[in-house]
């Protein structure tokens, strides 16, 4: 692609405002991402540190830098130039950190997709990116062939896995090909701090995912400032998780977090307790991060007490409410807290954690890291008085910035135009702040329920239902009422050997007379088999609303 055409970013007047902590003013205005993540630390000494644990397999930083030097000699030989954008759909196996390096090692873009969404999103994601070339998994493939026929933009696939004469046979290339005959030797392509790092893509809540572009030197200072104040990762840490490395989340906290610090990285395909925790062990992980529903499934694996947890110095979470009970619980389990924060696509990462305080306070998504101003109003546009619910506005090292912005009506045009005022983010979500500075998260703001005039929030609701002892998940939404506006509705997925109907929802209506007031009752009670959550673990309502 090279020069970005400047229609397909918003116009400036309607940028957000950066601000760049005085601590990491020295961040190179020319640099390249995988040269700071990686080529870094073996140029430094640390070559010989492992950088990925993969089951049996440990992957230092010297034979991480020439496996990605091969695929990126590859992708050049393939066509692919800086900025061009290139798709990954990727397993969490080392291939997946690869693929990744190696496209920000020649000056490309890469575009994280989610394992999760649908031919549709695919297709539209691959068209409106404009991708030159897709990296997928072959064990991912099966929906990407069925969006195939709608791609537009002649983008070519680049299998990882497989059989490669029947890939090639395809019509597709195969990396383990492309990776053999390649040269182990490349120098990063350097570029200006204000190229294109990466483009990541919303999970989709709201309707069809959106791009959001960060700019190559605010990714970096995003970068440090949440490694130095959440999960400070050195040499000699291990960082483990399950979210994908090929979406937002887990592209983040998976890649580049633990290699900013030098640490490494425990990769795990697919989450299940045992496989955890068998994982926690074999690999002396340090630093654990998990959706709330993780640690909740964690907590009711019969055998969790039976594993050593001692490696362990550091608990996160985000991605959802992860509510004082699983709080309480996890602490008193192992002995230590799970430190709660919220992060933000648009934002590139976390934006508030508790971690801002000496101890953490349940069910507060903590304070705004430096760097990160963090303002609560309402309606009317004045601040919000402690403990009152309004709008959070933030200004950080990052911000909100929609890719192609014009297409499909101007539709992210009006949505640019909503999500930055003034140099300031408007991301939707409701919030107060207590006292002493922390923050609550209530719901995003088109979520709360309005009915006969009160505000309600749904987490709130689904925090008091998940106690329920046959209540394995739950999720809560507004449904429109013809005199009420709307009423509340819960979707349960029952625990193992509970029965669905009547009278388990008189029972857990009966349950939560003691834990919320009665206006806030769910008036109808469906159940499932599970349901649908991005891979961040975030509940996609519009889903549950049919």
């Known amino acids: 692609m090279g020069k970005i055409p400047d229609d397909y970013l918003p116009p400036r007047n309607m940028w957000p405002e950066y601000i760049v902590p005085d601590e990491f003013a020295d961040t190179p205005e020319e640099l390249n991402l995988a040269d700071y993540l990686l080529d870094r630390h073996v140029r430094e000494g640390r070559g010989g540190n492992p950088a990925i644990r993969f089951m049996d397999e440990t992957v230092t930083y010297a034979e991480l830098q020439e496996r990605v030097n091969r695929f990126g000699n590859a992708l050049k030989e393939a066509g692919a130039d800086p900025q061009d954008t290139i798709g990954i759909r990727l397993v969490n196996r080392p291939d997946a950190l690869v693929a990744i390096l190696a496209i920000e090692k020649i000056g490309a873009i890469p575009i994280p997709t989610s394992p999760m969404w649908s031919v549709e999103e695919i297709a539209y994601v691959v068209n409106d990116a404009r991708m030159k070339f897709y990296v997928i998994s072959a064990a991912l493939m099966g929906v990407v062939r069925k969006a195939a026929a709608d791609f537009t933009s002649g983008t070519r696939l680049i299998v990882i896995g497989g059989d490669p004469e029947q ?19 490349l120098d990063a392509t350097m570029l200006q701090g204000n190229d294109i790092a990466l483009i990541l893509y919303t999970s989709g809540t709201t309707g069809m995912p959106k791009g959001c572009v960060h700019f190559l030197r605010p990714t970096v200072i995003e970068t440090k400032m949440v490694n130095r104040y959440v999960y400070r990762l050195a040499p000699g840490d291990i960082l483990g998780g399950v979210a994908p490395v090929s979406f937002a989340a887990g592209f983040g906290t998976f890649t580049l977090i633990p290699l900013d610090g030098g640490a490494a990285v425990s990769l795990l395909p697919k989450f299940n307790p045992r496989e955890m925790m068998e994982t926690v062990a074999k690999h002396r992980i340090t630093v654990l991060t998990g959706l709330p529903t993780a640690y909740r499934t964690l907590l009711k694996y019969p055998y969790i007490r039976n594993y050593d947890f001692r490696s362990i110095r550091l608990y996160t979470s985000g991605g959802d409410s992860l509510g004082a009970e699983t709080f309480a619980e996890w602490k008193e389990l192992t002995g230590m807290p799970i430190w709660e924060g919220m992060g933000v696509t648009e934002m590139l990462h976390l934006v508030t954690s508790n971690t801002m305080n000496p101890r ?68 939707g979500d409701a919030v107060y702040m207590a006292e002493d500075g922390n923050l609550f998260f209530v719901s995003r703001e088109d979520d709360i329920i309005k009915s006969s005039g009160y505000r309600i929030s749904p987490t709130e609701i689904e925090e008091a239902i998940a106690r329920h002892p046959g209540v394995a998940d739950v999720g809560v939404v507004g449904m429109p009422h013809p005199e009420k506006g709307q009423v509340t509705k819960a979707v349960i997925v029952l625990a193992p050997g509970q029965v669905p109907g009547d009278e388990f929802s008189d029972e857990l209506r009966e349950f939560l007379r003691e834990k919320i007031a009665r206006y806030k009752f769910p008036r109808i009670i469906e159940y499932a088999d599970s349901l649908p959550r991005s891979p961040t673990g975030k509940l996609l309502r519009r889903k549950l609303r049919g």
């Open 167 to 185: 890939i090639e046979g395809e019509g597709h290339l195969s990396f383990h090909k492309m990776m053999s005959a390649a040269s182990p030797r």
């Open 360 to 427: 953490p306070v349940p069910n507060s998504i903590g304070k705004p890291l430096p760097g990160v101003l963090v303002r609560v109003i309402d309606a009317a546009g004045r601040e919000c008085k402690p403990g009152e619910t309004g709008t959070m506005i933030l200004k950080g090292p990052s911000g909100s910035l929609y890719w192609r912005p014009h297409e499909n009506g101007r539709r992210l045009l009006h949505s640019q135009a909503r999500s930055v005022v003034d140099g300031w983010n408007h991301l």
